[in-house]
C-alpha cells in the first residue's frame, strides 16, 4: 500500500480557468477528507466522503467548489472561475473509522499545489 | 473565539531540552485529540493521538489531555534539530472531521 496518491501535485492557472485534482485514498480506508492550507494556517476542511456520500460541506466553500468521490474509492476536488484567493494546498486525507479505537486518525496524502495568477 | 487555539511561535530550544506545546479548544464535546507534525512544503503526519485525561506516552514524545481545561499538550524530551518543524493540534468533536489550530513552529538549535 502505498498511501494517500494526489495528483497533480503543482498546478499553476490563469484567473477564471478550472481546474481539478485528484485523490487515491488508502485502499480500505471509506472515508476521505478534502482540506485547504495556506501559508502560515492549519488546515481548513472543506468537505468529506463516507464511501461516495458526501456527508459534510463547509459552509465556507462556495459553489464553485465541487467535490464527488462516484465509486467510493478516488474522489475528485473541482474549482471553477478560480480567483486568486484560490492559490493554497489542497490536501487530501483519508482514515478508516472502523478500525479499532484509532477513531478519527487521518493520513494526508503530499498535497496538490495550486497557483493562480 | 478560534474553535482550537496554538500559539504560532516559533517555539526556539536548545538540543537536548525539553519542547512544550499547548493547544485549548472550544468545543467541550471533543472526544479525541491529535498532534501532527508538518515539515515545511510537506504534507502532515500524524505524531500522536490522546482520548482520555491523563498521559499517554510514546518514544519521546508525550500527549497530555485536560478535559475539564479543554487543554492539550505535547512534550518532545532531547529535542533534535530533527524536531523542527511546524506541529499541528487538531480535534475531533461531534462531527467526523478534524479541526486544526494554526501550528506552532518549533526550532531546535545544537
Known amino acids: 500500500d502505498t498511501g494517500v496518491s494526489q495528483d497533480p501535485r503543482h498546478k499553476i492557472t490563469k484567473r477564471g480557468q478550472n481546474v481539478t485534482f485528484r485523490c487515491d485514498p488508502i485502499?480500505?480506508?471509506?472515508?476521505l477528507y478534502w482540506y485547504r492550507q495556506t501559508l502560515g494556517q492549519g488546515p481548513e476542511f472543506l468537505t468529506y466522503f463516507q464511501n461516495e456520500a458526501q456527508l459534510e460541506k463547509s459552509r465556507l466553500l462556495s459553489d464553485r467548489f465541487s467535490a464527488e468521490r462516484p465509486k467510493g474509492s478516488f474522489s475528485t476536488l473541482e474549482i471553477q472561475r478560480t480567483e486568486q484567493g484560490d492559490s493554497a494546498m489542497y490536501l487530501c486525507a483519508s482514515s478508516n473509522p472502523l478500525r479499532g479505537a484509532n477513531t478519527g486518525e487521518l493520513f494526508f496524502g503530499e498535497g496538490s499545489r495550486l497557483t493562480v495568477l | 473565539q478560534k474553535e482550537v487555539e496554538q500559539n504560532s511561535g516559533p517555539l526556539s530550544v536548545p538540543e537536548g531540552a525539553i519542547a512544550s506545546l499547548n493547544c485549548t479548544y472550544s468545543?467541550?464535546?471533543?472526544?479525541?485529540f491529535f498532534w501532527y507534525r508538518q515539515y515545511s512544503g510537506k504534507s502532515p503526519e500524524l505524531i500522536m493521538s490522546i482520548y482520555s485525561n491523563g498521559d499517554k506516552e510514546d518514544g519521546r514524545f508525550t500527549a497530555q489531555l485536560n478535559k475539564a481545561s479543554q487543554y492539550v499538550s505535547l512534550l518532545i524530551r532531547d529535542s533534535q534539530p530533527s524536531d523542527s518543524a511546524t506541529y499541528l493540534c487538531a480535534v475531533r468533536g461531534n462531527t467526523d472531521k478534524l479541526i486544526f489550530g494554526t501550528g506552532t513552529r518549533l526550532q531546535v538549535f545544537p
Open positions: 485502499s480500505e480506508h471509506n472515508r
Open positions: 468545543d467541550r464535546g471533543s472526544q479525541s
